[in-house]
Nanobody
Framework: VQLQASGGGLVQAGGSLRLSCAASENIFRIYFMAWYRQAPGEQRELVARITTGGTTNYADSVKGRFTISRDNAKNTVYLQMNSLKPEDTAVYYC?????????WGQGTQVTVSR
């Protein structure tokens, strides 16, 4: 199983980041994919989801700021994050949705400073 998230970093409020997640082909080709995040002391939450056909859904907190996309040729899902806020600070993970795998990979840290 491969769920390798990358692209995180430290950014000022109002800035942008683009996350990438390379997934195993046997997962990527069949399932809807999603980005989740977990802030310190908080439960992991769903941020955005994309179906195999490209339909997207977003958490209310990120609507209009984040865009999820997928490249089927590369088995990769992306998360473009614009107008970042300090409350977006978290470790971001990708996984299938619904019923995410027990394996989450290492995630990628996003830190947004004021």
């Amino acid at each position: 199983v491969q769920l390798q998230a990358s692209g995180g970093g430290l950014v000022q409020a109002g800035g942008s980041l683009r996350l990438s997640c390379a997934a195993s082909e046997n997962i990527f080709r069949i399932y809807f994919m999603a980005w989740y995040r977990q802030a310190p002391g908080e439960q992991r939450e769903l941020v955005a989801r994309i179906t195999t056909g490209g339909t997207t859904n977003y958490a209310d907190s990120v609507k209009g700021r984040f865009t999820i996309s997928r490249d089927n040729a590369k088995n990769t899902v992306y998360l473009q994050m614009n107008s970042l806020k300090p409350e977006d600070t978290a470790v971001y993970y990708c996984n299938k949705h619904p019923n995410p795998l027990r394996y989450w990979g290492q995630g990628t840290q996003v830190t947004v400073s004021r």
